[in-house]
């Protein structure tokens, strides 16, 4: 590949990488061009080339993709946080389950996974490992209860908010992003108002100077509840019972509290809190599940898919009341206590301490008492409690982060041997490659189904069920034969 920095070129893009950039080939050659959309004809711009690949920025769209529509934000491209907004949203739903199907296929090496057009018709038609179709949503907007602003200045010291651009710390202005929700604008531009009329500066990474750093908003969909907290470079926010002031006027407005953040860290939120309204959390459910979210809990985005990701989970849980489940990675406790009002036992399992604080207080105010939170890390409290006290399990479900499962923690499930395994994914290759060790020792897919949690991104959440291998799925019993035809200990009858 001869071509150097800054030179153009025409391809036809055919794939596309885990993070929307487009993929094109010139003589085996890989380009990944960001912005550009699966069947899109470009003229790109060369800019940094390795030995077998390459990256290229968009130049012009010479023959669109009949999956290429106008992005709706007018900063898309800059901001690139929606990474498929240039992608129609069917055409975004066909690209997810096609990198979830390829990933647990190549990767994971389910050769025999079979893919289904509507649900149901596994039960009839395919008998062994179904795909089934992704879980979409009916409008892809609006749908994020959470966002964190950054806050800094402009070159002529202005104050502004919004998002990073890709792999930099610019901050590309932006107060109204259509996945979030509406009143984001309004709080912002409320924050921003303080900040000018009291010569409130805003924080410059360089000179670790300034006070606000960013702001994190939070929102029940089924309650209303507003969160604010602002991360600050310091212990006090001057004139903050003015800003509480006109916070508190926002119809929905619950909780306001800051953030001590004094390092020089791209870590976005500090470990003390200060409350300065409200009391510190808002609620909201999933389901008929009641939870309390502080800002510092993990708490899914997307309430709305939310439910039915873990509707599936329990689906696929099987449970009938006698089951002992084990939830790793458990979060506030989400999965564990959707799953405790069908399950005898449930043991949830977490390395934050502030999320199992979080977890028994949403067992306590759901009236939950059937569920027990451990702290720690997945791969030590799994093997400590089976191995040295005996607790076993009908049923793990697991909800790693995006590096997966430690192989510690997987041996250990084959070890206890659960009748079924639930696992969620946020990364379809390590969930493969773990899918992939939990078949070598026992067990075998028996359904898979993506749902869409993060709309106009390249993100998708799967859930796997697995169940354990028994000699039933491999042999059938005769017809026609007679009982006195068959010879006791001997498997002649089986086919």
């Not at 309390?292 to 329990?314: D, G, H, M, W």
């Not at 189904?449 to 042999?475: A, K, P």
């Amino acid at each position: 590949m001869d071509m150097k920095k800054n030179d153009t070129f025409t391809v036809t893009i055919e794939d596309m990488s885990d993070d929307g950039a487009g993929i094109g080939k010139q003589d085996g050659y890989i380009w990944f061009i960001k912005d550009t959309v699966i069947g899109d004809k470009v003229e790109a711009r060369v800019m940094k080339t390795k030995k077998s690949y390459g990256f290229a920025r968009l130049e012009k769209v010479l023959e669109p993709s009949p999956g290429r529509v106008k992005p709706l934000c007018p900063v898309a491209r800059q901001c690139g946080g929606c990474q498929l907004q240039a992608m129609s949203y069917k055409e975004q739903l066909k690209f997810k389950e096609n990198k979830v199907y390829n990933n647990l296929v190549r990767v994971g090496k389910l050769e025999g996974l079979s893919r289904v057009e509507e649900e149901g018709a596994e039960d009839k038609d395919c008998p062994g490992a179904v795909f089934l179709p992704v879980m979409g949503m009916e409008n892809p907007w609006r749908y994020r209860n959470k966002a964190q602003f950054p806050i800094g200045a402009d070159k002529n010291g202005n104050i502004v908010t919004g998002f990073y651009a890709g792999r930099t710390h610019v901050i590309i202005p932006q107060e109204d992003c259509l996945l979030g929700v509406e009143e984001n604008r309004e709080i912002l531009r409320l924050i921003k108002d303080f900040m000018e009329r009291f010569h409130i500066r805003p924080y410059d990474e360089a000179g670790h100077s300034g006070l606000v750093r960013h702001v994190l908003i939070r929102k029940g969909f089924r309650t209303g509840e507003l969160m604010v907290c602002l991360v600050i470079n310091g212990h006090i926010l001057p004139h903050q019972e003015e800003l509480v002031e006109g916070l508190r006027n926002i119809h929905g407005m619950t909780s306001i509290s800051l953030s001590v953040n004094t390092e020089r860290t791209n870590v976005i939120m500090g470990q003390e809190l200060i409350h300065v309204f409200g009391p510190g959390y808002i609620t909201d459910f999933i389901g008929d599940v009641k939870y309390q979210i502080s800002p510092l809990s993990f708490y899914q985005v997307n309430p709305a898919q939310t439910e039915k990701l873990y509707r599936t989970a329990l689906e696929y849980a099987g449970l009938t009341g006698e089951e002992v489940v084990w939830d790793l990675y458990c979060g506030i406790g989400t999965i564990s206590l959707f799953l405790a009002r069908k399950a005898r036992k449930v043991f949830g399992v977490e390395i934050v301490s502030q999320a199992v604080d979080d977890a028994r207080q949403n067992a306590r105010i759901n009236g939950i008492e059937n569920v027990e939170f451990f702290l720690g890390r997945a791969e030590e409290v799994l093997p400590r409690e089976y191995e040295k006290n005996g607790i076993r399990a009908d049923v793990v479900v697991v909800d790693p982060p995006r590096k997966g499962c430690d192989e510690k923690c997987l041996d250990t499930i084959v070890k206890m041997g659960p009748e079924r395994v639930v696992y969620v994914s946020c990364d379809s290759a390590t969930l493969a490659r773990d899918v992939r060790y939990l078949c070598d020792r026992g067990y075998e897919v028996r359904k898979v189904r993506c749902c869409d949690m993060f709309c106009l991104t390249g993100h998708v959440e799967t859930c796997v069920l697995l169940s354990q291998q028994h000699i039933d799925d491999y042999i059938r019993v005769s017809v026609d034969l007679e009982p006195e035809d068959v010879t006791p200990g001997r498997n002649d009858s089986y086919l």
